[in-house]
């Protein structure tokens, strides 16, 4: 069994700062590729940003030169520093972990259970 715990959400102003993380625990064998996501109300589901495991990032256009995404291999963690906040970057955030299990061997995508950012003054 795999579990991703989302924090670091809430309400901030236009121009404030937030850190989310997400840790993954339980059964894991392996971790590949970490992502963050985002989703508005009444829209899709959008990357925001990837890290691979050793290190490389991409970003969407939207948050490139505000946003970081990080990762501790150590902790099974991923974060993303986000600066310069607008209130467009209010949405649900959603971290995506490809791992591989060390019970069953099986890899897949994981999801976290979302943390929510408003950014509003």
């Known amino acids: 069994q795999v579990q991703l715990v989302e924090s670091g959400g809430g309400l901030v102003q236009p121009g404030g700062s937030l850190r989310l993380s997400c840790a993954a625990s339980?059964?894991?064998?392996?971790?590949?590729?970490m992502a963050w996501y985002r989703q508005a109300p009444g829209k899709q589901r959008d990357l925001v940003a990837t890290?691979?495991?050793?290190?490389?990032?991409n970003y969407a256009d939207s948050v490139e030169d505000r946003f970081t995404i990080s990762r501790d291999n150590a902790k099974n963690t991923v974060y993303l520093q986000m600066n310069s906040l607008k209130p467009e970057d209010t949405a649900v955030y959603y971290c995506n972990v490809d791992l591989r299990e060390s019970s069953s061997y099986r890899r897949g995508d994981y999801w976290g259970q979302g943390t929510q950012v408003t950014v509003s003054s």
């Open positions: 890290i691979t495991r050793g290190g490389s990032t």
């Open positions: 339980g059964s894991i064998f392996s971790i590949y590729t």
